[in-house]
């Protein structure tokens, strides 16, 4: 079944421009998809790849009334950081454009356009939450109220972050609008209407039938939404921002922002090759790629197909969709809105000149079959214990040799030995394996493969024994190094596609300059008497200390979300005030202050009471120096029965607030009074 193409469109999923890339975004997408146009590019294939920021919707406009400003500075900030940032890390696009671009406009504006004339949507009114005041629509974000679920006050129109229920308005209790805070009225507003249904039994046919090879993550999620049978989908929204629809009567309507997006795709590919992009669109022998994450899988396997075949005009549809799963960070969902995440340009300028390693780690532990978590611990581990001490170590012995025993200039290779000759094979073989699974997009796999290359070299060294050979036998040492050299240069070639900034450096340093994948596997690529440049190592050890800092940092974010999520108590059932005044609450002035022994929260006061003195035994040594705490006047309640603490007798409790972040503060009187003073 395999079909010959001879071109390939690469699409990568389209980030959303409310907030820079993070290393979640990274894994399922933009390292995978450069991956594989790099491989494509080495193997010489005509390939494309298209990116671009989706900067329409309504998180965006939510964000801009929050910030007070425009839409569209949100969008430009968030763009050009993203562009900026991916770009650092040597995601080779060919173009990197956005959807509020006017091509983009046109041509999403045109495909609506053909599509309302060829009678493909249906029109539906539906009542919809209205702003009178504002006197707009509100998307269902715009929309808050209490969760019938849980009571949260603060529920929104489509979701209820405090119990995680997925709700509707009409479900909230007193809906009311964000904007305003007026209470929502429900309207009739009318909308287009995709009908997937009727393309049910088409798309059945392309992926149930025709695309069994798929990922089982891919394949599976498309055969239960057509096992649970399609619906017509809202293809426009009340909203001021995005593409207009461009018919009669839609004044304040745009296109929802998951018809315009995928449309992206098209239009990018269009501004970068205004001649001949149909080619890679409509042309049965171009071959398109969608570089997805999970949650995007419905969109590029359901809904875009179901666009292109009611557009018609040949537009093809995807040989496939390697969708990953999801990645973690330290346990825990990497989420934009918490703050939770590596952010891609935070990295870059914490990290400098370490893009390989990101790009290393986040392959070597890719959400390629399940989700899977990054944490500081693993990127240390591999970068020292891998790229170090297996790749860089191998590449580092062979030159330093070649430098030490021949001046630096490439020796011939004499005779090979059966030594030689397997540690080539073992490469072959790994080589092998490795474009297998690259054709394949099993990435972390061809990466453990290339990295199969540098053991054996290191094997290789282990058993030859240069630093040993060269003492007796010249012309040995020659063809050692001359194999060894040979692998570093397969090396440059095979680790090309993942971490390339060190493989130019190594490239360089080896004077290739011919760097085909179909060169893979030959044992001539360095060329006898080349002088090689000065060895430099392409792989640093990373302290714990630097670890630490970027622990630190998720720390204090985790503190922070602590704090802005911190909600007083609920208050306590009533008591009567004849309870509440027979409590003794009185002033006093700390005499002596001391750190109980063996107790790390505990300290001991001597209190002047007016009375007799009392000793008063409380939990706050975590926060308070006891000498700082002389001369102070605490507050306490003087009738509680005796308490043994540490073999202490405390009699009495002092009074202290507990703080959002956990921390205890004592309360003191605001001017000096007579100790034993009653509080009431
Ligand atoms: N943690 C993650 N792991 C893998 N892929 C991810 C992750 N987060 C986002 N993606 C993918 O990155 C692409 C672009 O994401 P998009 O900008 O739509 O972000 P998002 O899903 O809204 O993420 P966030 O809520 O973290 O901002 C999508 O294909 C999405 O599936
Ligand atoms: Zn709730």
Redesign the pocket.
């Known amino acids: 079944m395999e079909k010959n193409f001879k071109r390939t469109l690469i699409t990568t999923?389209?980030?959303?421009a409310?907030?820079p890339?993070?290393i979640?975004?990274l894994?399922?997408?933009y390292v995978p998809a450069d991956i594989y146009a790099r491989f494509l590019r080495l193997k010489g294939e005509d390939v494309v790849m298209i990116g671009g920021s989706?900067e329409h919707g309504v998180p965006i406009t939510l964000r801009a009334r929050k910030e007070g400003v425009t839409s569209q500075e949100i969008v430009d900030r968030y763009h050009a950081i993203i562009k900026d940032s991916l770009e650092e890390l040597g995601v080779s696009f060919d173009i990197y454009s956005r959807t509020t671009s006017r091509i983009h406009h046109d041509t999403a504006s045109e495909f609506f356009r053909r599509l309302y004339d060829k009678g493909e949507f249906t029109v539906q009114t539906a009542l919809q939450p209205y702003d009178e005041k504002g006197g707009e629509f509100l998307a269902d974000r715009y929309v808050i109220g209490t969760c019938p679920k849980c009571g949260n006050e603060r529920a929104y129109g489509d979701q209820c972050e405090a119990c995680g229920s997925s709700l509707n308005v009409t479900d909230l209790i007193n809906p009311c609008s964000a904007l305003t805070g007026e209470p929502v009225k429900m309207r009739e507003t009318t909308h287009w209407y995709l009908p997937l249904d009727r393309w049910e039994n088409k798309l059945r046919e392309w992926i149930l039938d025709g695309h069994k090879e798929w990922k089982t993550n891919v394949y599976g999620q498309c055969k239960s939404w057509l096992d649970g049978g399609l619906q017509p989908r809202a293809v426009s929204r009340d909203l001021n921002w995005g593409v207009p629809v461009p018919v009669e009567g839609a004044e304040g309507k745009v296109l929802y922002v998951w018809f315009d997006a995928p449309i992206g795709y098209i239009s990018n590919t269009k501004e970068l090759m205004p001649d001949s992009w149909e080619r890679y669109w409509k042309d049965p022998e171009t071959r398109i790629i969608n570089f997805?994450?999970?949650?995007?899988i419905v969109f590029h396997c359901i809904v875009f197909p179901a666009m292109l075949m009611a557009y018609g005009d040949n537009f093809q549809l995807p040989d496939n969709v390697p969708?990953?799963?999801?990645?973690?960070l330290e346990g825990d969902?990497?989420?934009?809105?918490r703050n939770w995440?590596v952010w891609l340009h935070e990295y870059l300028k914490d990290m400098p000149g370490k893009q390989d390693v990101l790009r290393y780690v986040l392959t070597a532990n890719a959400?390629e079959t399940k989700d899977n978590d990054f944490t500081w611990a693993d990127f240390q581990a591999r970068n020292n214990n891998e790229l170090v001490a297996i790749l860089g170590n191998f590449v580092n012995r062979a030159l330093v040799l070649t430098h030490k025993f021949f001046g630096g200039v490439v020796p011939a290779a004499g005779e090979l030995t059966d030594t030689d000759r397997q540690a080539i094979e073992d490469m072959k073989g790994a080589i092998k394996a490795e474009t297998e699974a690259l054709d394949t997009f099993h990435f972390r796999e061809a990466l453990k493969q290339a990295m199969e290359i540098a053991r054996v070299g290191n094997r290789y060294l282990q058993e030859t024994e240069p630093w040993r050979v060269v003492k007796t036998d010249m012309a040995r040492t020659e063809t050692i190094l001359n194999v060894a050299l040979q692998i570093c240069a397969n090396i440059a070639i095979a680790f090309e596609p993942f971490i390339p900034f060190t493989t130019a450096r190594l490239a360089e340093m080896l004077h290739l300059n011919d760097m085909r994948w179909d060169k893979l596997g030959e044992t001539d690529l360095v060329s006898i008497g080349t002088e090689l440049g000065k060895p430099e190592l392409l792989f640093e050890k990373i302290e714990d200390s630097t670890i630490q800092a970027q622990v630190q940092k998720l720390l204090d974010t985790k503190k922070a979300n602590e704090i802005a999520a911190w909600k007083p108590e609920p208050q306590a059932e009533d008591v009567d005030f004849d309870t509440f005044c027979r409590s003794d609450l009185r002033v006093g002035t700390v005499l002596e202050c001391t750190k109980v022994p063996k107790a790390d929260k505990l300290l001991r006061f001597l209190i002047d009471d007016g009375m007799e003195k009392r000793t008063i035994v409380s939990g706050i040594a975590k926060y308070y120096n006891p000498e700082d705490l002389v001369g102070k006047q605490v507050c306490f309640i003087a009738n509680l029965p005796v308490r043994k603490l540490k073999g202490i007798e405390s009699q009495g409790m002092i009074l202290s607030a507990e703080n959002s972040d956990g921390s205890i503060v004592l309360l003191t009187p605001s001017a000096q009074v007579a100790p034993g003073s009653k509080i009431g």
Request: charged share 15%.
């Open positions: 999923a389209l980030p959303y409310n907030g890339v993070h979640g975004h894994a399922g997408v989706d997805i994450g999970k949650d995007n969708a990953n799963e999801f990645l973690n969902k990497i989420s934009t809105s995440a959400p």
